[in-house]
């Protein structure tokens, strides 16, 4: 259907291993999912398989297919550390060491540093490598700086929303411009990021969401699909008054009158997807679908004490969304462990 890549809700520098991987056949599947450093799950690996297997395949008759994260918000550094001393040994090696130290301190002042190193040297790095290797690992070094601050802000609970969504936002344009030739592109994360949403940056102000400044900038071209589902399992960090802060399985509260699982539960049908845009609000069996009525809201976090209302937001589904994906059933996905 002319689809050249999946982007997902993953460090952009980890995912460039993956790339060469999936594209290009360079490297292992199994040392590209470790390097990727999260979506640690036989899932992922499946999905990085079939991508493999799909460009072998189909070598001359599609143009081939490519995997991106688009997220500042890497919680290590240490790939694109590496990516960038991989760099600079091309086109300064006297650079090499003191940049490698700067980094690894991990501030923002010394990522704000390098970024300047970066700009004022582009004409000579150009010279010595390529624009189009230049401007990858510029654009590298750029998210060195919200990938700080985004974690920072959460850690001492100030607003994060804003800053990483507007910098993913640029992320995704940045790959689609300049790593993909042309076709279409599926986005995946969180209902909440990829919805036409604006969310409560955690202090009364409004944050614009990946989505939201999607839809803005590309209209019906850009489908947003939301998923939703009754009762099941899932990871997610325990955030529980009292509990340790773990990545554990929970069981799901079931949904209540008033929420979209609830009436979706209602009608017996298992697995379905609906296509918001092909619906007559008009007519009185499908006007309660514009809501408001509430979607659940999780992320990486959960709280079975807390799922009303900390996990749901009231919401006219067609206003957010284009479509809809519906389980009846969610189970946790399985973990993968790597080679040592």
């Not at 004409?123 to 700086?145: C, G, H, P, W």
């Amino acid at each position: 259907m002319g689809f050249t890549a999946i982007l997902m809700e993953a460090g952009f520098p980890n995912s460039l291993y993956l790339d060469d991987y999936v594209a290009r056949g360079e490297g292992s599947a199994e040392e590209a999912h470790r390097r990727l450093d999260t979506w640690p799950y036989e899932e992922m690996r499946t999905l990085i398989d079939w991508m493999r297997a799909y460009n072998l395949e189909n070598a001359g008759q599609y143009r081939i297919l490519h995997y991106f994260g688009y997220d500042c918000a890497f919680r290590s550094w240490h790939e694109a550390i590496g990516l960038i001393a991989e760099y600079l040994q091309v086109v300064d090696t006297t650079a090499v060491a003191w940049i490698t130290e700067l980094l690894n301190n991990y501030t923002v002042l010394d990522a704000e540093l390098v970024l300047d190193y970066f700009v004022s040297n582009a004409e000579k790095f150009i010279e010595k490598s390529t624009d189009a290797a230049y401007r990858l690992n510029l654009r590298i070094v750029q998210n060195l700086m919200p990938s700080w601050t985004v974690w920072h802000n959460l850690e001492n609970r100030l607003p994060d929303l804003a800053i990483r969504d507007e910098f993913n936002y640029g992320n995704v344009n940045w790959i689609i411009n300049n790593l993909l030739d042309g076709g279409k592109v599926i986005i995946w994360a969180h209902n909440g990021h990829v919805g036409n949403t604006i969310l409560n940056d955690g202090q009364g102000g409004p944050a614009q969401m990946l989505g939201h400044r999607l839809k803005a900038q590309l209209g019906d071209d850009y489908y947003t699909i939301a998923t939703e589902f009754y009762a099941g399992q899932f990871l997610a960090w325990d955030i529980c008054p009292g509990h340790e802060y773990a990545f554990v399985t929970h069981d799901a509260a079931l949904p209540f009158e008033g929420c979209y699982a609830f009436r979706f539960h209602q009608e017996g049908i298992p697995l379905f997807f609906l296509d918001l845009r092909e619906i007559d609000y008009s007519l009185e069996e499908a006007a309660w679908l514009a809501g408001s009525l509430q979607l659940r809201h999780i992320g990486a976090s959960y709280c079975t004490d807390k799922d009303w209302p900390y996990h749901y937001r009231r919401i006219s589904l067609p206003d957010e969304y284009d479509g809809i994906i519906y389980f009846e059933d969610t189970s946790p996905v399985t973990p993968v462990s790597f080679t040592p």
